[in-house]
């Protein structure tokens, strides 16, 4: 192929999680790996049509997608993936359907186009919310069928221990089911070639992804060549040991962090080589286990700051300096310099810069230390652009993976120094992009001296030595857990020699010097299932992110919906068993639950403006748990601003639930003409003159039903009582396409 670079979307930081989970599923250390650099292709030896597009598309989809015309579909630019290198194109259709949105996008691979992967919204979904028309069961069924019909997928399974995290979820979105199958040779899953399907509750295909590598020319180990299985399990064991680490979680929808102290196992042990018995590591395949590495600090002693504290005319200077391209093409442009707090809390100066070319633009930002002047975070933009207008090149064999690292020592000592006593050096082998020669380290922070887990500094450097990238994601933890009440490391192995299991797997190593072949390797799992940990204190298997999955109540009418809304993160119930769903709910806590329930927030998050937050009443103040539901409240005029503070703690009456939720629904100016609706309920008299209007519609909509002839607009609503309601109000929010979007 040939092709010309236009320009490319970068990244400027990684979110680094807290995340633990088991061998088979962690990499040593491949924090700060770059995402993916997407080339577009200005010109290809290979025209593709939209029309070609749109004919493969319908195929596939030969009567579901009969309401489009050619005209609904758009055709963005092709490109490229420089790992790969293969020719894609991207497919989006949209259009209204009814009053109601429909869109997707399907995505092309190969110079003669396949599809791999497409995704669609829907505009009817009634069907799909809770309670879905399809069960988990009816749907895996139907996603079966559509891999063995539509994606020729018979040699693919379904595989039943995947990773299927569920965040929060509003309560106007549609259920939705994912299965993963994987492909098989010799009756063998192999590791990078699977199909991800999902479907919604009302049995409607939504997506699909292929990730599958180009197999023609691909070669597979003889399986009935391997070791016998018990035998590499027993070998497993003997060399298992459990490190002591501490491990920070952090909640992204809250802000939140916890420390524990936890055991996971040996992280050096990856998986052995099931035709030889060899120990799989990051460098290839070794007949001994790799020694395990000693902490050693990156200082020994606190080294002084950079220097003492900066000002944003000075941080603006630095920048300049700092970013400054030599190209006559490229022109850097400082979009703007502002004091914030990031997202570990910490006051920075960040830099908000761009790229100038002729084909637009790209830009990131750089965050220095307010108080010391040092480098929090920062991308190297520079080399890229450079290679892309052919103005650089890349010494792929610069640099050895030693020489790499003393370069990153150098650069952390020199840019943000005072942090250094707090980490150690590498204690697993870099992540290397073996296509540029960059290496990516990760430093851990060391506390107590132990590691720990979600807490770090990134530094990648370019096979020319120079700085691609440094990220320091250091946290201010008040209280570590102290170690004296821990379970013993002994204790700690014996749970995790129970836990214990191999799994058989196709894999392709990058340094096994044979680009497609693919090795078979034991990989190890714990309790059959990723990101579990073992609790240092209490001795239990924990999972990172069962959440409240766990906790369910009961009730004789509400229980399905109570439930439900646990499992969707919308209510918060910390003990099942203590829980009253008949207690009255207060209004800062059905609040709560109903802006959850339509919109998604994410306190404490960090953004551009974050000083300037609005604050409407007096007792919400930006710190506060219900500052964001609160005030996107007030600003949809579901509760309205006429007092200094906002009643938390008081009950809601059936009457005022009614008024929040026909605000919602929009139909407030409806409600208002209270003269036009009769209630002809036998206490009707009870319900004030002002909102009759919103009760009736309440209740002609079936948000809150009279019983007995009798509204009860003064009875407090209960736990169970909102969680129906909640329920009925999403249906109606979706069936009216009504919804509470940014």
């Not at 963005?76 to 996008?105: C, M």
């Not at 132990?450 to 770090?456: A, E, K, N, S, T």
């Not at 009736?696 to 009279?706: D, E, F, H, Q, Y």
């Amino acid at each position: 192929m040939k092709f010309k670079k236009m320009g490319m979307m970068l990244t400027s930081s990684v979110l680094s999680f807290g995340m633990f989970s088991s061998i088979a599923n962690a990499s040593t250390t491949v924090y700060g790996q770059p995402e993916n650099t997407r080339i577009e292709v200005a010109a290809a030896d290979t025209v593709v049509t939209k029309e070609e597009l749109i004919k493969k598309f319908r195929d596939m989809f030969p009567k579901q997608f009969n309401f489009l015309t050619n005209s609904d579909f758009h055709v963005r630019s092709a490109y490229i993936y420089p790992e790969d290198e293969k020719l894609r194109h991207d497919l989006t259709f949209t259009k209204t359907v009814n009053g109601k949105q429909v869109y997707g996008n399907v995505g092309f691979v190969g110079e003669k186009p396949e599809i791999e992967y497409f995704s669609y919204q829907p505009a009817e979904v009634k069907d799909a919310l809770f309670p879905a028309k399809v069960s988990k069961e009816e749907a895996k069924k139907i996603a079966e069928g559509f891999m063995k019909e539509i994606l020729d997928g018979k040699d693919y399974q379904l595989e039943t221990n995947t990773f299927n995290y569920s965040p929060q979820q509003i309560l106007t979105e549609p259920i939705r089911y994912s299965f993963s199958f994987a492909r098989t040779v010799n009756q063998v899953s192999v590791a990078d070639q699977r199909i991800d399907v999902s479907v919604l509750g009302n049995g409607e295909i939504v997506g699909f992804h292929k990730m599958s590598p180009s197999v023609a020319s691909s070669t597979y180990e003889d399986v009935t060549q391997i070791k016998d299985m018990d035998e590499m399990l027993t070998k497993v064991k003997e060399n298992l040991s459990a490190d002591l680490n501490y491990q920070i979680n952090y909640d992204y929808q809250t802000n939140d962090r916890t420390v524990e102290l936890v055991y996971r196992p040996t992280a050096n042990i990856q998986g052995i080589e099931a035709a030889t018995g060899k120990w799989m590591t990051a460098n290839g395949y070794a007949a001994d286990l790799p020694s395990k590495m000693k902490i050693e600090k990156i200082a020994a002693s606190p080294l002084p700051a950079k220097q003492d504290g900066i000002s944003v005319d000075e941080a603006k200077k630095f920048a300049e300096h700092l970013l400054a391209i030599d190209s006559d093409k490229i022109k850097l442009t400082i979009e703007s310099v502002q004091e914030i707090e990031n997202y570990n809390g910490l006051p920075v100066i960040s830099v908000h810069y761009m790229y100038q070319y002729r084909n637009g633009g790209s830009g990131s930002n750089l965050e220095i230390n307010k108080k010391t002047g040092e480098i929090v975070n920062y991308h190297n933009m520079k080399d890229h652009l450079l290679s892309d207008f052919e103005e650089g090149t890349t010494n792929k064999d610069g640099l050895s993976q030693q020489e790499a690292l003393s370069k990153a020592v150098n650069y952390l000592k020199e840019w943000s120094p005072s942090y250094l006593h707090n980490y150690a050096m590498p204690i697993g082998e870099p992540y290397v992009d073996e296509r540029v020669g960059s290496y990516h380290f990760t430093f851990p922070r060391v506390v107590n001296g132990i590691i720990v887990h979600g807490d770090q500094i990134y530094v990648s450097i370019a096979a020319d030595g120079t700085l691609n990238s440094l990220n320091v994601d250091h946290q201010e933890v008040e209280n570590w857990p102290s170690v004296d009440d821990v379970i013993s490391g002994q204790e700690a192995k014996t749970l995790f020699e129970e836990a214990l299991n191999l799994k058989l797997t196709y894999m392709k190593h990058a340094k096994s010097g044979k680009e497609n072949h693919y090795d078979l390797v034991y990989l190890p799992i714990f309790n059959d299932e990723p990101f579990s940990y073992v609790n240092a204190r209490t001795g239990e298997w924990n999972n990172l992110f069962s959440g409240n999955d766990s906790v369910t109540v009961s009730h004789p009418w509400a229980e399905e919906e109570l439930n439900y809304l646990i499992a969707a993160k919308v209510l918060d119930v910390k003990d099942g068993k203590s829980f009253n769903p008949d207690a009255a709910i207060s209004k800062g806590e059905a609040l709560k639950v109903v802006m959850n329930s339509l919109s998604y927030f994410y306190r404490g998050g960090y953004y551009f403006g974050q000083e300037n937050m609005n604050q409407t009443f007096d007792n919400i103040d930006p710190k506060h748990p219900l500052y964001h539901q609160i005030e996107r409240a007030v600003e949809l005029g579901i509760i309205k601003a006429d007092g200094n503070n906002f009643n938390l703690d008081s009950p809601i009456t059936r009457e005022e639930l009614s008024v929040w939720m026909i605000r919602v629904l929009g139909l407030e100016q409806a409600a208002k003409n209270n003269s036009i609706f009769k209630l002809d309920f036998a206490d009707a008299q009870k319900v004030q003159s002002a909102n009759a209007g919103y009760v009736a519609l309440a209740n002609s909509l079936g948000l809150l039903k009279v019983e007995k002839n009798e509204f009860n607009p003064n009875r407090e609503v209960t736990y169970a009582e909102l969680a129906v309601s909640t329920i009925r109000l999403a249906h109606a929010i979706a069936e009216s396409g009504r919804g509470l979007r940014y």
